[in-house]
T-cell receptor, first 115, second 109 residues
Framework: NAGVTQTPKFQVLKTGQSMTLQCAQDMNHEYMSWYRQDPGMGLRLIHYSVGAGITDQGEVPNGYNVSRSTTEDFPLRLLSAAPSQTSVYFC??????????????FGEGSRLTVL | TQLLEQSPQFLSIQEGENLTVYCNSSSVFSSLQWYRQEPGEGPVLLVTVVTGGEVKKLKRLTFQFGDARKDSSLHITAAQPGDTGLYLCAGGENNDMRFGAGTRLTVKP
């Protein structure tokens, strides 16, 4: 069972470059989200989606774009990378349960370094 | 400022000791989740608590949700090296899930 798959696992960018982190899930989950994890900061929510065609901002959305054209895929785009975006990025998905979020299933993470 | 404050940030103990870690907030949550994360991997759900005052046990792990649903604790009895990891609490509404900074636990053999 694949679950949540993220690519690439590692990436080095130069300041100003753009790139897309890919996330795919095969569990037919309506809800998908992106987090970044920095030392001492825990996981911070960047963007999330409650279904195809619907996206919303989280806690730290600036500098990132997302789209949700299918249930399975939720790519995260960095438009012009900055050193402050050096982090480990996690994609997560779950079934919606009304107001209460179900168990989040995480990918293995994508480690991004911006020079 | 973190919505969810976890303490302590770091904890290093010997195998066999007991420990408690805390997750506190000024906000009320309909539920709180606890996750454990190992190096190089994503977090994995341990438990969800949904009722104020609720206590859930998972083998040597005991989770409690505060009566006011603003805080939670995780108690580990007779810790083992396999318990080593980052313990994260998470809460939120309408799929806007926020995480605490975590407690990094090291259990030495």
């Amino acid at each position: 069972n694949a679950g949540v798959t993220q690519t690439p696992k590692f990436q080095v960018l130069k300041t100003g470059q753009s790139m897309t982190l890919q996330c795919a899930q095969d569990m037919n989950h309506e809800y998908m989200s992106w987090y970044r994890q920095d030392p001492g900061m825990g996981l911070r929510l960047i963007h999330y989606s409650v279904g195809a065609g619907i996206t919303d901002q989280g806690e730290v959305p600036n500098g990132y774009n997302v789209s949700r054209s299918t249930t399975e895929d939720f790519p995260l785009r960095l438009l012009s990378a900055a050193p402050s975006q050096t982090s480990v990025y996690f994609c997560a998905s779950t079934i919606r349960r009304g107001r209460r979020t179900g168990e989040l299933f995480f990918g293995e993470g994508s480690r991004l370094t911006v020079l | 400022t973190q919505l969810l404050e976890q303490s302590p940030q770091f904890l290093s103990i010997q195998e066999g000791e007991n420990l408690t870690v805390y997750c506190n907030s000024s906000s009320v949550f309909s539920s709180l989740q606890w996750y454990r994360q190992e190096p190089g991997e994503g977090p994995v759900l341990l438990v969800t608590v949904v009722t104020g005052g609720e206590v859930k046990k998972l083998k040597r792990l005991t989770f409690q949700f505060g009566d006011a649903r603003k805080d939670s604790s995780l108690h580990i009895t007779a810790a083992q090296p396999g318990d080593t990891g980052l313990y994260l609490c998470a809460g939120g509404e309408n799929n806007d899930m926020r995480f605490g900074a975590g407690t990094r636990l090291t259990v030495k053999p």
